[in-house]
T-cell receptor
């Protein structure tokens, strides 16, 4: 499957600060999905990006797909304690397989 | 109430023992997947099945086996050949490319 590098691995922010996680690939991706996993929980689908340069927003979350479709980012504005968890990017390959990045673990300090 | 169920929530295995993890879905999804997650790590694909009576090895299939006799069920057996089975095991199903995860099973070796 497609290999991606996700950075940073860990991020601690004060509540109210912004947060960004990046997902980078050496090859062109057909599309990419983002998932969130709360501590002790299971991954939950957030969004899928398909088009070059696509930007999608979900309340305080902004997802971007690079123009070359080799990178993607998730930005959270004014973090809240409910944002705590690990965020994974996952490009899809053949047979509807996903290759999950290593994830960015977000801690929000109250 | 539709969804994916996994049982048990916690499972203990003795050395040399085979154990089977259950995964059931009533979402009428064709594709099902098994992932392994180690602490602080991403998800690694063990096996996947796109249709009943067919399944394919993922990235880390050694020491594991699966069956797909019914659309709703995709059990995973962790065999004694898997020397380091302690992990969090997640089952997922998908329609198109979005994956829906079960709550997971934590396997511990005694």
């Amino acid at each position: 499957g497609q290999q991606v590098m996700q950075i940073p691995q860990y991020q601690h922010v004060q509540e109210g600060e912004d947060f960004t996680t990046y997902c980078n690939s050496s090859t062109t991706l057909s599309n990419i999905q983002w998932y969130k996993q709360r501590p002790g929980g299971h991954p939950v689908f957030l969004i899928q990006l398909v088009k070059s340069g696509e930007v999608k927003k979900q309340k305080r979350l902004t997802f971007q797909f690079g123009e070359a479709k080799k990178n993607s980012s998730l930005h959270i504005t004014a973090t809240q304690t409910t944002d705590v968890g690990t965020y994974f990017c996952a490009p899809s390959g053949s047979a509807r397989q996903l290759t999950f990045g290593s994830g960015t673990q977000l801690t929000v300090l109250p | 109430d539709g969804g994916i169920t996994q049982s048990p929530k916690y499972l203990f295995r003795k050395e040399g023992q085979n154990v089977t993890l259950s995964c059931e879905q009533n979402l009428n999804h064709d594709a099902m997947y098994w992932y392994r997650q180690d602490p602080g790590q991403g998800l690694r694909l063990i096996y996947y099945s796109q249709i009943v009576n067919d399944f394919q090895k993922g990235d880390i299939a050694e020491g594991y086996s699966v069956s797909r006799e019914k659309k709703e069920s995709f059990p995973l057996t962790v065999t004694s050949a898997q020397k380091n089975p302690t992990a969090f095991y997640l089952c997922a199903s998908s329609i198109k490319e979005t994956q829906y995860f079960g709550p997971g099973t934590r396997l511990l070796v005694l």
